[in-house]
């Protein structure tokens, strides 16, 4: 049986008075996939802002690889990678230079360093660009470069928000590949897309928010099972707008 | 761990076409358009010795009660007031050689300047201004004035003065080398990357800090040799200048990284601190010099940027200045206490948001 590498407790957060995050309780086990799926205003960003210890829940915690992460995060944030919506990476840098900067954030140095950014760059598809800038990359490249500043430092945890936005179908198709490959090396991966096919492909699990509650968690199948006896008949973007409606959320 | 940061902190910083304009070219052409603008305002400065002015007061004035008490202060600084009754003010100061020539009307007075007096005229401007400045602010007979540069301030050509101040000037507009790096950090999340990973509010804000010295430190430096070399502008004791220099652009990178962790606005911090650095330029010297300014001792001596130009100023001249250690004592202590501050804030705002 799989180990448990992430658990949000009783999660809560309010902006407002509004509640943002309701109780929520996820459990993320070694070695999954692991898709957030929800409509804007959902609460998945701020879940992942507190699971990333970057909001404070108003109540609740999480539990990192069996402790409080907010209590240990000097211990344990060289076993989390964040690759987040942004393209946080400096276009006045070259390739190399941005994935130095962020994975020397962790401690690595010297020649270790040195063959971490390699390795990134080349696990990325980056290595013949790596004395580019930054700047003068496409979308597709920006997002792979991205994800290369956050897994020089081999973490445990691998969390990517929207990571696909904007970027052409082989691009997408390639960092797909990437996560799944990471994920068949041991790397545990939370992964939040609007695209459903994406998160089909490649989420050994699936959880729906709304209104900061998961709403409906499973395998595709078991998602689908919920709306009707012939999964063959519905795609998951059915199941997600029978879940959460049709309504515009961002009105 | 912080050595990479700053290492690519400094790349970014250095890449960026902006600072070669403000660091390098800006102090260049400034102190190379006011050299020439200003070539002949202190060239006679060592010659001047005590000198006459003529004046007038009309029938009636109400600054006739001063006139006594500004002839005797004058006399103290070796101006001899003697009064023409008629006659025209620039006819009156050909003909008889004068420093310069005052004119009191009803409630106000006009100064007239010899086209071959300047320096006498600048100083005569600046003792009148200074009388009426006090005088009308308290009483009379406290008022006492000295003229700085008769007893104390030293022969100094507008070259080394305008030279040494525009270096001055923009080292302390630091925060600028900087805007292009703190504003992509906030816009792309940049920042969010920082916090998930271990580095402590110190870090950051060292990792920022060292950067910003070094780059503008590299770039008035340059711009530093060039005016010296194209200029002809001469620096006094070079390592106690560089040292001066270094202390002040880390007291200003200080000062402004404190306004941003503060603002949190980069546009803010600029506007900040541009208004900040003018003020202290406008009474530290760097716009009309520090010797002829009308601005009371006691607000020059609060301003940072008076300490520096003046330091630098008489190193270049005397090779020597009781300046220097009040100008490093000020850099220091700008330095601690706004760099504690700027890393509690920092820290505050690093740990995590509550909203």
Same mark, same amino acid.
């Given at each position: 049986m799989m180990d448990t590498i992430l658990k949000t407790i009783d999660l809560t957060k309010k902006y407002d008075n509004k509640t943002v995050v309701d109780n929520l309780n996820i459990e993320i086990k070694e070695g999954e996939v692991f898709g957030l799926l929800g409509p804007n205003g959902a609460g998945k960003s701020t879940t992942m802002n507190m699971i990333c210890n970057l909001v404070k829940p108003d109540f609740g915690s999480v539990e990192f690889m069996g402790k409080d992460y907010a209590k240990n995060k000097k211990k344990l944030s060289r076993n989390l990678g964040y690759i987040p919506q942004n393209l946080a990476i400096h276009g006045s840098l070259k390739a190399w230079e941005n994935v130095e900067l962020f994975t020397s954030l962790y401690g690595i140095k010297g020649e270790q360093l040195k063959e971490r950014i390699d390795e990134s760059l080349e696990y990325v598809g980056l290595s013949e660009r790596r004395n580019d800038y930054a700047k003068t990359f496409s979308g597709g490249m920006k997002r792979r470069l991205n994800i290369a500043c956050?897994?020089?430092?081999? $973490?445990?945890?691998?969390?990517?928000?929207? $990571?696909?936005?904007?970027?052409? $179908? *082989?691009?997408?198709?390639? /960092?797909?590949?990437?996560?799944?490959?990471?994920?068949?090396?041991?790397?545990?991966? /939370? @992964?939040?897309?609007? @695209? &459903?096919?994406?998160?089909?492909? /490649?989420?050994?699990?699936?959880?729906? &928010?709304?209104?900061?509650?998961? /709403?409906?968690?499973?395998?595709?199948? *078991?998602?689908k099972k919920l709306v009707t006896d012939d999964i063959s008949e519905i795609t998951l973007e059915e199941v997600f707008l029978t879940l959460t409606g049709k309504k515009l959320r961002d009105l | 761990m912080i050595r990479y940061l700053i290492k690519n902190n400094f790349k970014i910083m250095f890449r960026n076409s902006v600072n070669i304009f403000m660091y390098v070219l800006c102090p260049i052409i400034t102190s190379a358009v006011l050299i020439s603008a200003f070539s002949t305002l202190l060239e006679s400065f060592e010659s001047v010795d005590a000198f006459d002015v003529g004046f007038r007061i009309e029938e009636g004035s109400e600054l006739s009660p001063y006139i006594d008490k500004l002839m005797e202060i004058g006399k103290d600084n070796g101006i001899t007031f003697t009064e023409y009754k008629s006659g025209s003010p620039k006819q009156i100061v050909d003909d008889h050689n004068l420093g310069g020539f005052v004119e009191f009307g009803e409630k106000d007075y006009t100064v007239y300047e010899s086209d071959d007096k300047e320096v006498e005229g600048a100083t005569l401007e600046y003792l009148i201004s200074a009388f009426f400045n006090s005088a009308l602010s308290g009483d009379i007979d406290d008022i006492t004035l000295d003229i700085e540069y008769s007893e104390h301030a030293v022969p100094v050509n507008s070259t080394d003065y305008y030279g040494i101040i525009y270096i001055v000037y923009f080292g302390w507009c630091a925060i600028v080398c900087a805007a292009g790096l703190l504003s992509h950090e906030k816009k792309n999340r940049i920042n969010d990357r920082l916090k998930i990973s271990n580095l402590s509010s110190l870090q950051i804000y060292l990792a920022r800090l060292i950067p910003i010295v070094m780059v503008v430190a590299l770039g008035i430096g340059t711009a530093a040799v060039i005016t010296s070399f194209l200029l002809g502008v001469h620096w006094g004791n070079i390592v106690l200048s560089i040292l001066l220099i270094l202390l002040m652009i880390t007291a200003a990178s200080s000062m402004e990284l404190m306004i941003y962790e503060m603002t949190f606005s980069m546009v803010g911090t600029i506007i900040i601190t541009f208004g900040v650095v003018w003020v202290m330029g406008f009474v530290g010297g760097s716009f009309e010099t520090y010797m002829f300014s009308g601005h009371s001792e006691m607000v020059k001596m609060l301003t940072p940027i008076y300490h520096g130009n003046r330091a630098l100023v008489e190193l270049s001249t005397m090779g020597h200045s009781d300046y220097v250690v009040s100008s490093m004592l000020y850099s220091i202590i700008i330095t601690i206490v706004c760099s504690s501050i700027a890393v509690f804030i920092g820290s505050v705002r690093r740990s995590v948001k509550n909203a």
């Open positions: 956050a897994i020089g430092h081999h $973490p445990k945890l691998l969390i990517f928000d929207e $990571p696909t936005v904007g970027i052409d $179908p *082989q691009s997408r198709n390639f /960092i797909l590949e990437k996560i799944k490959e990471s994920n068949k090396n041991g790397t545990t991966v /939370i @992964y939040t897309s609007h @695209y &459903m096919e994406e998160v089909e492909a /490649i989420c050994t699990r699936i959880a729906i &928010m709304d209104n900061g509650k998961v /709403i409906a968690s499973g395998t595709s199948e *078991q998602l | -």
